[in-house]
């Protein structure tokens, strides 16, 4: 079980770090999708109402250890305050002269935003004690520490990991929801329990079929990573995206599913196109039939049908990568198409973060129509995949 904010007590007055994941996409300052923002409202907001003095702390984007302009998590400040409908202070540094200023102006149940944590070069070090320096120095910040970045929970770093083991820690409301949807998933889910994986790289799906070859009924894959698949049936895939060092992985995952009886789901048709380009002109051919010359873009409209005869009956539904360029308007169909029969279903539907949370949001789909929708791609993708998560064991209560 998770220690949660329930086991910090009174928190009327205490300074409490909050470890949000609000690494957002940006248009130069412009934040083109708010959705991390919003899935810290129901701790930040239980925070405040507590009266707690809240001292967000957040990265964004991949700074190396330095002081970034175009990283500056500025922008967020403006947004985040509209939400909570307050005004929500900044500190230009992370521990600094700044970051301490603030957080002693800070009065009960206001909140205040820490400059990106990756602008110290010891959040991400990976050296432990370079690590633990950085974070004695936000700690000394905080009376208590709530985690509430499902993103970066499977990261051992200063703000994640180290920081819980200085102050009284707890799993904010986001944390504390994201385990308990995605272990829906992988104890004891509901049957028909139906995956369908998709995105670019094989290398980063191989552990979650291997794991899930031994609990789902169907495996459906679609996406770039499917062509290493067709490759390892035989099939010649053109310049389609293809790993030629996990064939021999893939085809034993075939011979494992077919032994175990796990339906792996295969696409039959798909949308090729000379170029990788949103004015590339799409044609849909058989799997068996990909030209040299032209690129696997998505599923076809076949597939699109099959994979939605597939997951339409299913009880649990977990949904991790697209299933082509959905980014472009020309490839998004087959994105399109699982995101409505997701909608649609009647089962416990889990959208695994990444892209395909991306896709969910950009392509105009309601969020409520799903059961969960993850805020971290890679954490999601280890939890299911039976890792452990730095940032989540430690919160356990057996570490008490």
């Not at 007590?9 to 957002?24: F, I, P, S, Y």
């Amino acid at each position: 079980m998770l220690k949660t904010i329930d086991s910090l007590g009174e928190l009327r007055g205490k300074r409490v770090l909050v470890r949000a994941d609000l690494n957002v996409p940006l248009d130069g300052t412009t934040i083109t999708d708010d959705g991390r923002i919003r899935a810290a409202l129901p701790t930040l907001t239980r925070l405040v109402e507590a009266g707690a003095r809240v001292v967000v702390i957040s990265h964004l984007g991949r700074p190396q250890g330095a002081p970034e302009e175009k990283y500056s998590l500025q922008p967020v400040v403006g947004r985040l305050g509209e939400l909570l409908g307050q005004d929500v202070a900044f500190a230009t540094d992370t521990v600094g002269a700044s970051a301490q200023d603030v957080v002693s102006a800070l009065e009960d149940g206001r909140v205040a935003v820490l400059e990106n944590l990756r602008f110290n070069a010891g959040e991400t070090a990976k050296d432990d004690a370079e690590r633990l320096a950085f974070a004695t120095e936000l700690a000394a910040l905080g009376d208590a520490f709530v985690s509430d970045g499902f993103g970066v929970v499977h990261r051992k770093q200063a703000s994640v990991y180290e920081l819980a083991t200085l102050l009284p820690a707890a799993a904010g409301e986001l944390v504390v929801s994201e385990v308990e949807s995605l272990r829906k998933v992988t104890d004891e889910p509901e049957r028909p329990f139906v995956v369908v994986l998709g995105g670019a790289k094989i290398a980063d799906k191989l552990g979650v079929i291997d794991s899930l070859l031994g609990k789902a009924d169907r495996i459906l894959i679609g996406g770039g990573m499917a062509y290493t698949f067709q490759k390892a049936k035989g099939y010649e895939v053109g310049q389609s995206l293809l790993d030629e060092s996990k064939i021999d992985v893939v085809r034993e995952y075939m011979e494992r599913a077919e032994r175990d009886g796990v339906e792996l789901v295969l696409p039959v048709d798909t949308v090729v196109a000379a170029e990788f380009s949103a004015d590339a002109t799409p044609t849909v051919v058989s799997v068996e039939e990909i030209p040299a010359d032209q690129e696997g873009m998505d599923i076809g409209p076949k597939t699109a049908e099959l994979f939605g005869q597939k997951i339409s009956d299913a009880a649990t539904v977990f949904w991790n990568g697209p299933m082509g360029v959905f980014e472009f308007e020309n490839f998004a169909k087959g994105t399109i198409s699982v995101a409505e029969t997701l909608s649609k279903a009647s089962g416990y539907t889990v959208v695994g973060g990444g892209d395909s949370a991306a896709a969910v949001r950009t392509l105009g789909f309601d969020e409520s129509l799903f059961s969960h929708i993850s805020t971290g791609g890679g954490a999601s993708l280890e939890l299911i995949e039976g890792k452990d998560l730095p940032g989540i064991s430690i919160l356990e209560e057996d570490n008490a």
